[in-house]
């Protein structure tokens, strides 16, 4: 992977988009200050400025290659090589559905995942991360944390995000093959954050709150969580986490 270091920006996802054609594969752009970082469900990313990585990665696929039904392999691969990160450094993580990353009941680390398609397939995919490094107040935040918190020691941007995308280059090949898939399935489920605990969550497209236990996800990417005798199956941006 190419990694390209860029002094202030709007937003790495925006910037990536913007020239998708002009970047080859296997780009990543990172800011050391993002002023408009974007997050899901249209949130803002809030960073101080040299603190903390934020980045995004460029991918393209051949024609066929990824489906567009299996968008939410990307979510496994980026958590999993996030989460593997920190527990280099010596931090428990888990992932809180469907590619959070959580350390105790504190998020460390959002990811915005933008697709192009081409047909019933990915054309392209614009990888966003934003990983708390080194910042240890989040006045605008009330639930973040990050490894200088968790650990009580800075790392250097640079090596760090060095290591971060060499472990996602490292998995990558996981995308497409079916063996090796099962692995990252495996390995992504045994993060979950709040997996087997009963948890309050609220269903979106309802507005219904409700006590629940997550069992697992499906094969298609949807998490299920057992309410009593119900099993509920709930696809990105139709459940919010009441923590």
């Not at 590619?99 to 990915?122: F, H, P, Q, T």
């Not at 639930?143 to 090596?159: D, I, Q, V």
């Not at 993060?191 to 298609?220: C, N």
């Not at 005798?229 to 459940?239: A, C, D, S, T, V």
Request: glycine letters at 8%; hydrophobic letters at 40%.
């Amino acid at each position: 992977m190419t990694i390209r270091w860029l002094p202030t920006i709007d937003s790495t996802n925006s910037e990536a988009l913007r020239r998708l054609e002009d970047y080859p594969s296997g780009t990543v752009l990172a800011a050391y200050e993002q002023t408009a970082g974007r997050g899901q469900r249209g949130n803002s990313w809030f960073t101080e400025p040299g603190k903390n990585l934020t980045f995004s990665i460029v991918l393209k696929f051949p024609e066929g290659r990824l489906a567009a039904s299996g968008v939410h392999w990307l979510n496994y691969l980026v958590s999993y090589a996030v989460a593997s990160f920190l527990q280099e450094q010596g931090v428990c993580p888990q992932v809180k559905w469907p590619n959070d990353v959580y350390v105790g009941r504190k998020k460390i680390c959002g990811v915005l995942i933008e697709n192009a398609l081409r047909g019933d397939s990915v054309a392209a995919s614009v990888i966003g991360v934003g990983v708390n490094i080194n910042q240890t107040a989040f006045p605008q935040l009330a639930n973040a944390t990050s490894l200088a918190l968790c650990t009580g020691k800075e790392m250097t941007l640079e090596p760090a995000l060095e290591r971060l995308t060499a472990l996602f280059e490292e998995n990558l090949p996981f995308l497409f093959d079916e063996k090796r898939r099962a692995a990252l399935f495996e390995a992504y489920s045994a993060l979950l954050f709040q997996k087997g605990v009963t948890a309050r969550y609220r269903d979106l497209p309802t507005g219904e709150e409700f006590s629940g236990v997550i069992e697992g996800v499906e094969a298609d990417g949807r998490l299920r969580i057992r309410e009593g005798e119900r099993l509920r199956y709930y696809r990105f941006k139709e459940l919010s986490y009441i923590l």
